[in-house]
């Protein structure tokens, strides 16, 4: 029986542990903020319930994500897998996730999990497919072969850059979708901005060395559809709210847990200047986000832009 170690007991975290449970592992949970019971687990304050495990989930948000693999580092295995289950671009530093872990965590096999997956669904145990990335193909199976049910279903790729892209930039599109449903501009709108979005990404992914096909899969074109398009989605929800007129510090007021685009929609302008893409819709994102900008005067220039062919 497989030892599941979760770091993080979020929502997410616990849900990844009914996961595990349905899979036949055996989670083990621990929590920065102290131990405690849910009647379904019991989470661990301790970092010693993660001294025997065969492999770790991170689940804690993106920018906590180096912080907590820091403080765990001195008690992990040598060679135990980790995987990255948040979906974002580090700060400061403009980083894809598994870039700075590797330096955290010399040794240890990274993997990364993403795809469309709201984690009180995945913790109800409604079918969710995922994917887990990993440049070895059987680790990424044995993952898979300890969080794998009916109803959670993993598939493997080996696009690490590919998989973090789309799960990053998605909630950074999401946004910018979700302002569009605030202000009631349309459902054309909104479907043009989804692929355009979606275009924007393979282009920066294309350039950092991702796969093309990856953004048709669950991590890219599966993650945005859920999330741009659903209540249930936080970032989707900030836009809504961004759009309806209320400030970053209002909306964010409103939404429970943490709104990772927000931080990533800066982090993704800088990363795309350094690879030389344009990607105007997540730096129209940004320009709202981080520096105040007129919504109305935003949309108005994305509107402006000329005319090309699809696949610029």
């Known amino acids: 029986m497989t030892r599941v170690g979760i770091a993080g007991a979020g929502a997410w975290g616990i849900a990844l542990a009914h996961a595990a449970r349905r899979a036949g592992s055996t989670p083990a949970i621990w929590s920065r903020r102290g131990g ?42 040598a060679h135990l897998p980790v995987t990255i289950c948040a979906k974002g671009i580090a700060r400061p530093g403009d980083r894809l996730l598994g870039s700075v872990l590797s330096e955290i965590l010399p040794g240890r096999p990274l993997a990364i999990l993403s795809g469309p997956s709201f984690a009180d669904e995945v913790a109800k145990g409604l079918p969710t497919a995922v994917t887990i990335a990993c440049h070895d ?76 096909e990856t953004f048709a899969g669950l991590a890219g074109l599966g993650d945005l559809s859920l999330t741009a398009t659903s209540t249930s989605s936080r970032n989707f929800r ?52 981080e520096h105040g900008a007129d919504i109305k005067q935003t949309i108005a220039g994305l509107l402006a832009r000329p005319f090309k062919t699809e696949t610029a």
């Open 238 to 289: 900030l836009g809504v709210a961004l759009g309806q007129g209320l400030s970053l510090a209002e909306a964010t007021a409103q939404i429970t847990g943490v709104v990772e685009g927000v931080a990533t929609a800066q982090a993704v302008v800088a990363l795309a200047a350094r690879h030389g893409i344009e990607m105007p819709i997540s730096e129209g994102v940004a320009a709202i986000v």
């Open 36 to 77: 405690s019971s849910d009647g379904d687990f019991t989470v661990g304050g301790d970092t010693d319930v993660l001294s025997d495990i065969d492999m770790l989930l991170l689940t804690v948000s993106a920018q906590e994500q180096a912080e907590v693999a820091a403080r765990l580092a001195p008690i992990l295995a």
């Open 137 to 212: 193909v059987a680790l990424a199976e044995r993952i898979g072969k300890a969080m794998g049910s009916a109803t959670f279903r993993p598939y493997v790729s080996t696009d690490l850059v590919g998989v973090q892209l789309g799960g990053a930039i998605k909630n950074v599109i999401a946004i910018a979708c979700g302002i569009v449903a605030g202000r009631k501009i349309g459902e054309n709108a909104r479907a043009a901005l989804m692929t355009r979005g979606l275009a924007e990404t393979a282009r920066l992914g294309r350039a950092m060395g991702a796969r093309a």
